[in-house]
């Protein structure tokens, strides 16, 4: 797998987003039996100040956010609820998926408040990522039903609790 990290928030480096990173994007690619070695990903670790300027440019959302990705192709189903077109190699044979930003300020905050370990949030957020870039999505009902109900299997598989139960305080 080809999975080119930059880290341009040094509290990255010190919580290990390679190897987090190498991880969770594995996990994805080997649940949907994708050849990790033809695969192609560019993941950002960056601050909350380069992800508000990120979102404000592609999404016209001035603000930070935990994850942000590219698809290097446009896979998503027609339906919602309907299955992505999955990846086929370009010319080269390599499957270039897109690229991944995702935020150390925005993710240790939402990691503290739910009570999760950063790593754990930072997997799952790279997990979630990789799924837009295979062309997963949670705007339409039954997409996000879907894109979570692959999250949690995959977390799962890689020992990490149920992100979307929320457990009430004593």
């Known amino acids: 797998m080809t999975l080119d990290i930059t880290i341009e ?6 919580a290990g987003l390679e190897p987090l990173a190498e991880e969770a994007v594995a996990a994805v690619l080997a649940h ?11 993941l950002l670790g ?3 100040a380069e992800i508000a300027g ?3 440019e592609f ?10 990705s590219w698809p290097a192709e446009e896979r998503a189903a027609d339906t919602d609820g309907g299955t992505p077109v999955p990846p086929e190699p370009d010319f080269t044979g390599e499957i270039p998926l897109g690229d991944i930003a995702i935020s150390y300020g925005t993710c240790a905050r939402e990691a503290s408040e739910a009570g999760r370990t950063l790593a ?3 997997r799952h957020l790279i997990v979630h990522g990789t799924l837009h870039l295979l062309g997963y999505d949670h ?3 039954r997409d996000a039903a879907l894109m979570e109900g692959i999250e949690v299997l995959i977390l799962g598989k890689m020992g990490i609790a149920n992100p979307y139960i929320i457990e009430d305080a004593p």
């Open 9 to 14: 928030d040094a509290r990255w480096q010190q």
């Open 139 to 141: 705007i339409r009902d």
């Open 32 to 42: 949907f039996g994708l050849d990790a070695e033809m695969c192609e990903i560019s």
């Open 54 to 56: 990120l979102n404000a």
């Open 59 to 68: 999404r016209e959302k001035p603000v930070p956010t935990n994850v942000l």
């Open 46 to 48: 960056c601050d909350d």
């Open 120 to 122: 754990d949030h930072a």
